[in-house]
């Protein structure tokens, strides 16, 4: 069992910065490839970002690419997400997801925990 503490959500203006942390629990943390996910309003969740359970295998949706960037780092149990350049487009909710897997994958159903989510907004 995995469960997963999003933080680092808030208010920021366009063209700012943010970044999002998930703290997962679990002593098994480092075989779990993780991803993050994000749901606007009246929209269905959609992919953002992965990571390989090694960090080295990273791939992002083609609308934040160059300006967000995935990370992980298994002694602490948690992995990033640093958002750039921040658009009115990017407000939703961020959520955190943990796949019981070394591959990394964009199906969200194919993601085994998540967590609560936490808002992000960005203002025009």
């Known amino acids: 069992q995995v469960q997963l503490v999003e933080s680092g959500g808030g208010l920021v203006q366009a063209g700012g910065s943010l970044r999002l942390s998930c703290a997962a629990s679990?002593?098994?943390?480092?075989?779990?490839?993780m991803g993050w996910f994000r749901q606007a309003p009246g929209k269905e969740r959609e992919f953002v970002a992965t990571?390989?359970?090694?960090?080295?295998?990273?791939y992002y949706v083609d609308s934040v690419k160059g300006r967000f960037t995935i990370s992980r780092d298994n002694a602490k149990n948690t992995v990033y997400l640093l958002m750039n350049s921040l658009k009115p487009e990017d407000t939703a909710v961020y959520y955190c997801?943990?796949?019981?897997?070394?591959?990394?994958?964009?199906?969200?159903?194919?993601?085994?925990?998540w967590g609560q989510g936490t808002q992000v907004t960005v203002s025009s």
């Open positions: 990571i390989s359970w090694s960090g080295i295998s990273t």
């Open positions: 997801a943990a796949r019981r897997s070394l591959v990394v994958t964009t199906s969200l159903q194919e993601y085994n925990y």
């Open positions: 679990g002593r098994t943390f480092g075989n779990y490839a």
